[in-house]
């Protein structure tokens, strides 16, 4: 994961790459509050061929939340998976507003090859 200060000018872009056993899914131009820990959630789709990832801060609930906005590039590493034709990414933020904004913004899907 880095971060590189400030809002990104790119919505935000998904790829994946496949390594031996494992997929590689590649979240750029995420925008999260500065220095936070993001955490990965998956699933697999209600129709068992797609897997959902979900991005979000680790600490939905920080006592004492950054102010401001930071761009990241987010990686996460997934065990392959044969029944799997695509990954579907979602973003979340922490619940330190106020009010808390508990939206999940789709990213997009990806194909697997």
């Given at each position: ?13 998904l ?6 056993d ?37 600490d ?54």
């Amino acid at each position: 994961m880095t971060c590189d200060q400030g809002i990104p000018d790119e919505m935000p872009k998904l790829a994946l790459t496949s390594s031996n056993d494992d997929w590689q899914l590649t979240a750029s131009g995420l925008v999260f509050r500065p220095e936070q820990a993001i955490c990965a959630c998956a699933r697999v789709g209600a129709d068992g061929a797609s897997l959902d990832v979900l991005l979000q801060p680790c600490d939905m609930h920080p006592a004492a939340p950054r102010k401001g906005s930071c761009g990241y590039e987010v990686a996460v590493r997934i065990a392959a998976d044969d029944g799997i034709t695509r990954v579907q990414g979602y973003r979340r933020w922490d619940l330190a507003g106020d009010p808390p904004v508990d939206d999940v913004l789709d990213l997009g899907e990806v194909d697997v090859r």
